[in-house]
């Protein structure tokens, strides 16, 4: 389960993630950015209520990651520390930015 | 009340249908009120005018029952709605199992091989077209539910009571398996125990078959009188505590009730089909491999034709299967719970026998008694969980598998960190099965759970796909910077770091990947 809680205003845009992102529920976070990635110029994703990631998500991110990087920054807040983990294993501690 | 017995033969036209009729308003006058049988056993014909004879019986004596109906006459009564407005039996043909092979007996009957082709069923009970009835009904709903089972297409009669006519062509029962080929014990406890999963992962549709749970209240019950009060009161909650369940179980499954036809396994014997718990099942089946016989290791001989001890390694080996551990402490306490209700329903069923006024048959009692209490003193519930599950290897049936794991992992007070990350790990094993292992058919993957005493999780994962290694994989270089990121390898990278060990092996046809967490 994944829900996600979009705020668009301009460039900026604000998504709260709440649930799991794994292998089933990766497609739906890829989907709702696709919309109007390429445009923005800053990207938050609020991990208050995330419970869990997977290689899957990462991806997702990675992959979000690129195309905001271009005109842009993405930032992610409140990972909590199980997560956190995961991207300190993963190398993704250093290539995101993390508040 | 007496039956009025009346018999017609011959032919009932028009010419003599108002002298029978006569006769039988006669007899059913002298004795008021009395359940009349018509006999048609050697009657050829009826026309319209001794119908009407049945009708004028039929309003004085709503009751009316006609036996033994030719087909010619069943015909004309079909034809004219007579079937659906009164009681009707059919003639049964009459079958000679002088000298035939008896390939079982049951409770309710015994089975004998007639031709290559053919079983019948004859039933003890003399008066058995009900009970007949009962199995062709439940045989034929397992049949729709997808079990594989054979279905009577006749009933005959032998001797003074009925039986039912199967096609088997050339079947083998797994008792006789086990004693003509020892040397594929496993496969043959593999065969059976896929069948036992298949029957109890099948959901039957609401108020269709009887409910265990209440068969085994009932011996709960019965036993109030025979055993101490505390220990009584324990009993009982134990079976209450057990929840009710819309899947099937069969309720005699023993190695004589499954067949090997050509490559095909079939169930037979579906009168004792019922809904509930597998736990209900595993005692009879401890009962039939075990129990019956702990007191006289001779009596499996007598009712299998294989000796204790090879009951008891079957069982064993069944028991390992079913529950998909190799563990002895595991398969004991199941092994234990099960044995609460399989001794009650052998207790009761000995003492309904008058088995406490004949001195071995007491000594059997006691002896069942003993461990019943035994085995109540150190039980807590009747509930077990299963720790191997087979799912398709598709994507949407990670949720299955997740939940599975995340059952086991409460149950044992996982800490929430390691708990995601055996999730996670489990998630990449099984994604990588499921999209490469068969691509672009399709299988199934098995995933096993144990706990050690270390404590620690160790997850096992098995396919028939591809060989492949997954950990042979370089690891992805995590320093790189985003760009130079690839998008693949992370999964099996993430696995690798996050659990103590894993390891991968290719053994008879099956990857196998094990890993393991402490916790």
């Known amino acids: ?99 | 009340m007496e039956n009025i017995n009346i018999t017609l033969k011959g032919r009932i036209d028009s010419s003599n249908a108002p002298a029978i009729e006569q006769e039988i308003m006669a007899k059913i006058e002298d004795s008021s009120g009395a359940p009349v049988v018509i006999d048609m056993t050697d009657l050829e014909y009826i026309s319209s005018a001794g119908l009407r004879v049945l009708l004028k019986v039929k309003k004085s004596n709503p009751d009316l029952k006609i036996t033994n109906v030719s087909s010619e006459v069943y015909e004309i009564l079909d034809m004219t709605g007579f079937t659906e407005m009164m009681n009707v039996e059919k003639a049964y043909k009459t079958v000679s199992v002088e000298g035939c092979e008896v390939i079982g007996i049951g409770a309710n009957g015994t089975v004998y091989r007639i031709d290559n082709d053919t079983v019948v069923k004859a039933y003890n009970n003399a008066d058995a077209l009900e009970d007949i009835q009962h199995e062709r009904e439940v045989a034929r709903l397992a049949l729709v539910l997808g079990l594989p089972t054979a279905i009577s297409y006749d009933v005959v009669k032998v001797g003074d009571s009925y039986a039912s006519v199967f096609e088997l062509l050339n079947a083998r029962s797994f008792t006789k398996l086990i004693i003509a080929e020892p040397d594929r014990l496993d496969w043959i406890a593999g065969e059976f125990v896929k069948l036992l999963k298949q029957i109890h992962s099948t959901v039957v549709p609401e108020g269709k078959l009887p409910s265990m749970k209440e068969k085994a209240l009932d011996a709960a019950e019965f036993m109030r009188d025979y055993m101490p009060q505390d220990k009584y009161e324990k009993l009982v909650s134990l079976v209450k505590a057990v929840p009710e369940s819309d899947h099937m179980v069969h309720g005699d499954y023993h190695t004589k009730n499954v067949m090997l036809q050509g490559d095909e396994v079939l169930l037979i014997d579906m009168d004792t089909l019922a809904t509930g718990n597998p736990i209900f099942e595993l005692a009879y089946m401890y009962n039939a491999f075990q129990g019956y016989s702990e007191y006289d290791h001779e009596q499996i001989m007598r009712f299998q034709g294989y000796d204790f001890e090879t009951g008891t390694k079957f069982w064993h080996k069944v028991l390992s299967l079913y529950l998909g551990t190799d563990s002895d402490e595991k398969i004991r306490e199941v092994e234990d719970k099960a044995r609460i209700l399989g001794y009650i329903r052998m207790i009761r069923g000995s003492i309904k026998r008058g088995g406490l006024d004949d001195t071995k048959k007491k000594e059997e009692i006691d002896m069942w008694m003993n461990e019943l209490f035994e085995l109540l003193d150190k039980t807590d519930s009747l509930l077990f969980t299963i720790d191997e599950i087979e799912v398709e290897a598709t994507v949407e049936n990670l949720k299955e598998v997740q939940a599975f794991i995340d059952e086991h992992l409460e149950k044992v007070d996982c800490p929430v960190k390691a708990s995601m990350q055996i999730s996670l790990a489990a998630e990449e094993i099984f994604v990588n099965i499921a999209n490469y292992a068969y691509a672009p058919d399709k299988g199934n993957a098995t995933v096993r759970i144990e706990v050690t005493k270390e404590p620690a999780v160790i997850i096992t994962f098995v396919d028939q796909g591809v060989p492949y290694d997954p950990l042979a994989k370089e690891d992805p270089d995590v320093s790189l910077p985003a760009d130079a990121r690839k998008i693949g390898g992370l999964g099996i990278f993430l696995t690798k770091k996050t659990m103590d060990d894993v390891v991968y092996e290719y053994k008879d046809g099956s990857n196998i990947l094990r890993m393991k967490k402490i916790i």
Not at chain 1, 2 to 8: E, M, R, T
Not at chain 1, 14 to 41: C, F, H, M, W
Not at chain 1, 52 to 60: E, H, P, Q
């Open chain 1, 1 to 99: 389960m994944l829900n996600i809680n979009k705020n668009i205003e301009g460039n900026k845009a604000l998504y709260q993630l709440e649930g799991r992102l794994d292998t089933v529920t990766s497609p739906d976070l890829e989907n709702a950015l696709k919309e109007n990635i390429e445009s923005l110029e800053e990207l938050v994703l609020d991990f208050a209520n995330l419970e869990y990631i997977s290689s899957a998500g990462l991806r997702v991110l990675l992959a979000a990651h690129k195309i905001v990087s271009k005109n842009g920054q993405m930032k992610l807040t409140n990972v909590n520390s199980t997560i956190m983990e995961i991207f300190d294993v993963t190398g993704f501690s250093d290539i995101l930015t993390i508040e």
